[in-house]
């Protein structure tokens, strides 16, 4: 079945850096597109950063400049580079392919990886 494992996540200060990575199986990952999720605490879920199958990288405005997302085809694996990390960062951090307008594309989610950022 469908899984991603995130990881990476922790306490940083205000404009620290992480690398999150997710671990995807059970679906054909080099045919979708991928992106990251974040929840905050009281929040609905919303799109950080997304990479086609060809490469081509979306942000969110929030983030833009500041955060990198890549992949690996041949580990199955998608990152997420954070610099600048802002308080406002906190957030529990997810992986998922996606369909158009960035839904995601499997009911399946992992655990996710809590990014806490102090001020």
Same mark, same amino acid.
């Given at each position: 079945? =469908?899984?991603?494992? *995130? ?12 690398? +999150?990575? $997710?671990?995807? !199986?059970?679906?054909?990952?080099? =045919?979708?597109?991928? @992106? ?9 879920? *919303?799109? =950080? ?13 929030? =983030? ?5 997302? @890549? ?7 998608? !990152? +997420?580079?954070?610099?600048? +990390? ?8 997810? $992986? ?17 990886? +809590?990014?806490?950022? /102090? /001020?």
């Amino acid at each position: 079945q =469908v899984q991603f494992v *995130e990881s990476g996540g922790g306490l940083v200060q205000s404009g620290g850096s992480l690398t +999150l990575s $997710c671990a995807a !199986s059970g679906f054909p990952f080099k =045919v979708h597109d991928m @992106s990251w999720y974040r929840q905050a605490p009281g929040k609905t879920r *919303e799109m =950080v950063a997304a990479i086609t199958l060809g490469g081509r990288t979306n942000y969110a405005g929030s =983030v833009k400049g500041r955060f990198t997302i @890549s992949r690996d085809d041949d580990r199955k694996t998608v !990152s +997420l580079q954070m610099n600048g +990390l802002k308080p406002e960062d906190t957030a529990v951090y997810y $992986c998922n392919a996606y369909f158009s307008d960035f839904q995601p594309r499997f009911r399946s989610w992992g655990q996710g990886t +809590l990014v806490t950022v /102090s /001020s």
